[in-house]
């Protein structure tokens, strides 16, 4: 029987982002995923305006109460959390993950703090604001952006030794820290645990698909799961990005199923 995981984030029906984006990485991996979306969307606003509806924190919450009735969270070997619609639906989040910490000390949490990227949030402050204070200390793991990490820390975030200076500042054991400029043209991802880190990096390449922080985040959650260490994950993940990347360049959607299938 496949282990089971909660994942609550954004559905888009064309152009894989959020649990689009993560959702099949995990299953790949063989867990079982109760996903939950905050808003619903026809495609990711890059590809054009898109039509959908933000799930009201009412109904966002009966779905997490059914579940739990059901007994599907007590089951939950780990939980993933990305894109939020509104700062009561990060509360409601926040409430259910803590009770399950409550029963299950053991349960990886991932939190893909989704805020904002080049310069300037695109979640609201109050979204935003309610990610850094009720879902991050429960975090097992983060996996923020350089942008991210500096909003989260009040600090200036815009190379690899600045960003180990402000995850330094952040209690959280496991950071995974995303598009950090190393250099002329390349960008690394960090695996920061404690005063130790692993490192990938990659060269930026044009008209790259939406989707690719929320793919390598479920990669990463799925691998840590499976039992390898940071850097084995991050170096696991980042191999299957970098397929999917390589197969969509100057594509509308990224091709996760791809890269999953033949991740070399």
Same mark, same amino acid.
């Given at each position: ?46 590809? =054009? #305006?898109?039509?959908?509806? *933000? ?6 919450? !009966?779905? %997490?109460?059914?579940?739990?009735? +059901? $007994? ?81 820390? =009040? #600090?200036?975030?815009?190379? *690899? ?6 995850? !330094?500042? %952040?209690?959280?054991?496991?950071? +995974? $820290? ?87």
């Amino acid at each position: 029987m496949p282990r089971h995981v909660l994942s609550m984030s954004s559905q888009v029906a064309y152009g894989p982002v959020g649990n689009s984006a993560s959702v099949p990485a995990l299953q790949a991996a063989g867990f079982a995923v109760s996903q939950i979306p905050t808003i619903i969307l026809s495609n990711h606003p890059g590809l =054009g #305006k898109p039509s959908g509806i *933000k799930l009201p924190p009412a109904e966002f919450e !009966a779905i %997490l109460k059914s579940l739990n009735t +059901l $007994a599907v969270l007590d089951i939950c070997v780990g939980v993933m959390t990305g894109y939020f619609a509104s700062p009561d639906q990060v509360k409601i989040a926040a409430s259910f993950i803590h009770k399950m910490k409550d029963k299950n000390p053991l349960l990886y949490v991932l939190v893909d703090p989704v805020l904002g990227d080049d310069g300037s949030l695109y979640v609201s402050n109050e979204v935003a604001t309610a990610i850094r204070d009720e879902l991050l200390p429960l975090a097992s793991c983060i996996t923020p952006n350089c942008f991210e990490l500096g909003w989260l820390t =009040g #600090k200036t975030v815009s190379s *690899k030794a600045e960003v180990l200076r402000a995850a !330094a500042t %952040l209690p959280h054991k496991e950071i +995974l $820290a995303t598009s950090i400029p190393v250099g002329p043209g390349n960008l690394a991802t960090l695996a920061i645990t404690g005063s130790d880190y692993a490192e990938t990096s990659s060269t930026v390449k044009v008209e790259v698909p939406h989707g690719t922080g929320d793919f390598l985040a479920g990669l990463y959650f799925a691998s840590r799961l499976n039992g390898f260490a940071p850097p084995e994950a991050l170096k696991l993940s980042s191999g299957i990005l970098e397929s999917a990347i390589s197969r969509s360049l100057g594509q509308p959607c990224l091709d996760i199923i791809g890269a999953l299938h033949s991740p070399s």
